[in-house]
């Protein structure tokens, strides 16, 4: 059997069959080294094929006093490379895209809109010692602890109120919007 050299001088002679013998013999490992580099073995399989056929094509370039496999490795790894470079691109612009379209449209924007003065107006309906807990624990995020301390209330105290201003809300809504959670209402 020819070494990698006199298979090369008969492939640049014109006799382009014997390629198929360098393919057989490096094929097995140049699928692994793909594999390991870009972790899936169909996406190796489609690089090495790639590397297979630019390696047929830049024959012409080989230097005889390398070593054939160290070249076709870095063929391969350059190639790898490449791809690994190409698929970030392609991610980071999908990300970019992503973050440029706005899915609301002008519709949602409006009901949006509806549904939080409705919320607002039903806000304003809650007794002043409801409303005074329900803003500072829905709108302001602020936790029972918090609250009582601002307040000067027992945490029970806050709970109850927040327990309650929540019926009134519910009740409220049920009125004007036909119901609706205030948790889902708020976001929470």
Known sequence: ???????????????????SQIIDRYKGKIVTYLYKMIGNMPDAQDLAQDVFTKTFYLLKDY???HKFSSWLYRIASNHCLDEI??????????????QI???????????????DAQLERSI????????????????????????SERLSLTESAVQMRLFR???EMKKSLTKTMGGGDV????HV
């Open 183 to 186: 948790y889902d209402m708020l």
């Open 1 to 19: 059997m020819p070494d990698d050299r006199e298979l090369i001088e008969q492939i640049l002679a014109g006799n382009h069959q014997l390629y």
């Open 165 to 167: 201003a929540r019926k």
């Open 124 to 147: 304003m309906l809650l007794d002043e010692e409801y409303r005074e807990v329900f803003v500072l624990h829905y709108l302001k995020r602020l936790s029972y602890r918090e609250i």
């Open 63 to 65: 230097r005889p006093e």
């Open 101 to 115: 379209v706005d899915p609301e449209t002008p519709e949602t924007a409006l009901l949006k809109k509806e549904r």
């Open 85 to 98: 470079r190409r698929r970030k691109r392609t991610e980071q612009t999908a990300i970019v895209e992503e």
